[in-house]
């Protein structure tokens, strides 16, 4: 049985699916694509919550997303600087990789310990 938290989290995610799904028949297709990667976001999210390291080390793994997303972000502002990606292809590397970047670590501590 679900909790009332799990719950809310299952239907917000079946809205979020539903309006991307919907961006796309638009031909809003980058929108959809953000709604895409916020859906993978939660659902990490929603598999590592449960776990109590999550609920210990939460602080930290924040602290660790954010000097990640920062290293992140200057990498990918040095490689257009550079050259190697257009300002609309580095947009879209830099957008969706800050979204998932604190699931993805939170799920690597996970793992970790």
Do not use: C, W
């Not at 959809?32 to 210990?56: C, E, H, R, W």
């Amino acid at each position: 049985m679900l909790s009332k938290n799990e719950f809310s989290h299952t239907i917000r995610i079946i809205i979020t699916a539903l309006l991307a799904t919907f961006l796309f028949i638009v031909h809003l297709n980058f929108l959809g694509m953000l709604l895409v990667t916020a859906l993978i976001s939660d659902a990490i999210l929603l598999f590592v919550k449960k776990n109590p390291i999550y609920q210990k080390n939460i602080s930290s793994i924040g602290h660790y997303s954010y000097l990640a997303s920062l290293a992140y972000s200057l990498i990918i502002i040095l490689l257009y600087q550079s050259g190697a990606f257009t300002a609309q292809s580095a947009i879209i590397i830099l957008f969706f990789g800050l979204i998932l970047l604190f699931p993805l670590i939170s799920l690597l501590r996970l793992i970790k310990k």
